[in-house]
């Protein structure tokens, strides 16, 4: 019986090895990922999901582990976790653009301090707040973790399991993608930041023919409600124009941010 215990534990221990080194790279990036990576989550449920997704991206990248990478743990502990996180790293810029369009879109219609989200666990003006829930509830919707599972296992392809990746392709591919979340999120927030403008230059034109009218009592409310109204207005296309974009990243994501 011993014997063929041994023989057994022989023909699983390629498995368990191929299964632990994808669990490096799949716990890593669940540590980031959007949606499943969110400090609301708790610890022991993004345990759960890693390990499902990691019995999910298995077959797909067993054809790109090589056994010289498996007889290293070491290694392969080091570079699945750094090519993890990086992975989630870069996901997670998608959120933050979220979240810095709901920050210049709460500063330019003056609602940062009024509808304050210090309560949250990313403390965040009440626009970035709704961005972010309603941005991921859609990204759930449209399947995001099918798209991850597919973007986990052709990870393998541009970065093998046990090789480091190139510092400087990973440092230029990092500021590609915060350049990128950078300008999504100004374009999202560029409706706000416009009519800002327009409403600061009408009030400035105001005060200037009417010296003796209190501009900032008549403008304050005003400026409140169209900004209200504008992100009802323009919240639905916003979410349609970053949803393309993160799906273009995860089928995509070494090509997405060049």
Do not use: C, K
């Amino acid at each position: 019986m011993a014997g063929d215990l041994a023989v057994l534990l022989r023909l699983w221990e390629p498995v368990a090895l191929a299964f632990f080194a994808v669990f490096l790279r799949v716990g890593a990036a669940m540590a980031l990922l959007p949606g499943f990576g969110e400090q609301m989550v708790p610890i022991r449920v993004r345990l759960a999901l890693a390990l499902v997704f990691s019995l999910a991206v298995l077959p797909l990248a067993a054809p790109h582990l090589p056994q010289a990478a498996l007889g290293a743990p070491l290694r392969l502990f080091a570079t699945e976790t750094v090519i993890g996180l990086a992975l989630g790293l870069f996901f997670r810029l998608f959120v933050i653009a979220l979240q810095l369009a709901g920050a210049m879109a709460a500063q330019a219609t003056s609602l940062s301090q009024i509808f304050g989200g210090a309560a949250t666990p990313d403390p965040m003006p009440a626009f970035g707040n709704l961005l972010v829930i309603a941005g991921l509830a859609l990204a759930m919707a449209a399947g995001l973790h099918l798209r991850l599972v597919l973007a986990l296992a052709a990870s393998y392809r541009a970065l093998p399991a046990g090789r480091l990746p190139d510092a400087g392709a990973l440092a230029d591919w990092g500021a590609a993608g915060v350049g990128q979340a950078f300008a999504l999120a100004f374009s999202l927030a560029a409706p706000f930041v416009i009519a800002s403008l327009l409403y600061n230059l009408a009030l400035g034109a105001i005060n200037r023919a009417m010296p003796q009218l209190m501009v900032a009592f008549v403008g304050a409310p005003l400026i409140t409600f169209a900004g209200l109204v504008l992100l009802a207005l323009v919240a639905p296309a916003a979410l349609a124009v970053w949803l393309a974009a993160l799906n273009g990243a995860l089928a995509d994501p070494f090509g997405a941010a060049r």
